[in-house]
């Protein structure tokens, strides 16, 4: 009885020591993830223009590794940005624009993309393609001035996300100041109340990361002096505003598929 204590004694210990130690694969060799810990690696979260949050492993060499959300593999970001729906002329230099930035022939893949801007009937297409140029320039070719001024003729669906690129921009090479400056320029240009309160709330945002409280407070309370509630709601794509003679009818907002009144009163 004392022999079997004994053995289940040891047994248990064995056992306990085998869960503290890290694991290892056959051979001796060690898993991925504990390679990753023992070399400092650790990991960031950010976006990559606006689209997407990515991991960032950064090794304890000092390398960066863009992991996506959801993919066990790496995902280099696109340089070449086109819309979802594209006539087949634009389609058609879009994709030649992509395959000359593969092949690392940048000039060529941007005079592609001004044919869409000198000619496309498509405001859609020649904003993608001033963003796509904005990112070649930059990203390729280490020309941020360039880009920078490509991604101000960036209008419509992509222009949050080019106003965003410029701050990034600024932000590389440590010149706050400039991106507060072309932000203003183009407030003062906007004419939309939903544009003028986006590109304060971008302002704020540079305030707030350069650790300016005080002036992104003072940015922020000018957002409800540009923009009312009702064109506020009327500029949320998540909310349909029913208006009649005399003010505001209503709110519904999209449950997916389905909308629910969230208010009902008129004014008198």
Known sequence: MERFCAVLIA????????????????????????KRREAGAR????????????RIEVRGDG???????????????????????VNVVDGAYFEIAELLVNKQ?????IEELKRITAASPDPEAAGAAHLSMGHILRQKMGDTEGAIAEYRQVTGRYAETARREIVRAYEEVGEIGKAVAVLDEMLAKAEAPGDKAKILSDIAEVYKKSNDL???IETLRKIPTVIT???AMKADPRFRVHVRE??????????GDRERPIRGKAKE
Do not use: N, W
Not at 105 to 109: G, L, Q, T, V
């Open 246 to 255: 005399g003010g505001m009818e209503g709110i519904r907002v999209r449950d």
């Open 63 to 85: 390398e960066r590794r863009i992991v996506p959300f959801g993919m066990g593999r790496h995902r280099s970001r696109r340089t070449v940005i086109r819309p979802s729906r």
């Open 11 to 34: 047994s248990l210990a064995l056992f306990s020591l085998g869960r503290l130690c890290p694991a290892q694969e056959e051979g001796g060799e060690k898993k991925p993830e504990q």
């Open 105 to 109: 022939e940048y000039d060529e893949a």
């Open 229 to 231: 509630y009702e064109e």
């Open 214 to 216: 005080d002036r992104a």
């Open 43 to 54: 990991v960031e979260v950010e976006h990559d223009g606006g689209e997407r949050r990515v």
